[in-house]
């Protein structure tokens, strides 16, 4: 470091204002419906995009960006046709807007990376430990308080339907029920009556989550 400040987090993440950018909230985005909900978000397309999800059910969520959109998309179990409300805190490492007063830092670059408003990403807790018989689709976790996750895959059942193959996905929700968020896994689709499920394809994966509520 030729120039700069050297900044650390609560949490020991330490920042070079000269050579890092922290990733930072841009924004907290909700949407409601039963089924299937999308959010559509502006973004920049040379930021690093982080969207950390939560919803009111047992809803799993995707992401997919585009040029300068993000969309996350929350998907219901299709037997469940019950109205939920899916809540998106998405971080970036977008150029921080200006306080009316306070402190501003820039990079070399002129882009200002840090203000006395912005509200550092800190503090992912992972759940799970990455291939062992408790992640993936065994994964379970009940935490006080509103947590959010990265959405991600849990794995896949396969089988057959009317002689045909079928798979079915299943994905991580984070159910915040107002006190507790129940952190699992969840299947995307109801099998068809009269299915033969075979053995599952578990990915075996875990969970990155946060608490949300010092977001909000």
Partial sequence: MAWGALITADDGTQFI?????????????????????????????????????LATGNIVFSYSISGTTLTVMAYANSAD?????VTCYVFTTREQPLPKWGVAIWDKNGKCILTNETKVLTDIVTIGVKGSATSGLNLTSTRN???????????????????????????????????????????????????QIGAPLDTKTVVRAIDVSRYD
Wanted: net charge negative; hydrophobic share 35%.
């Fill in 145 to 195: 308080g509103k947590w959010a996750i990265l959405p991600e895959l849990a794995g896949f059942y396969v089988g057959v339907y009317q002689q045909r193959p079928i798979q079915i996905a299943a994905g991580f929700t984070a159910n915040y029920n107002g006190s507790t968020t129940a952190i699992k896994s969840v299947l995307v689709t109801q099998p068809p009556h009269d299915a």
């Fill in 81 to 85: 046709t019950a109205q939920y409300t």
């Fill in 17 to 53: 204002t000269e050579e890092s950018t922290p990733i930072s909230l841009q924004g907290i985005y909700t949407g409601s419906g039963s089924g299937y909900v999308t959010l559509t978000i502006p973004i920049k397309t040379d930021d690093v995009v982080l969207p950390f999800c």
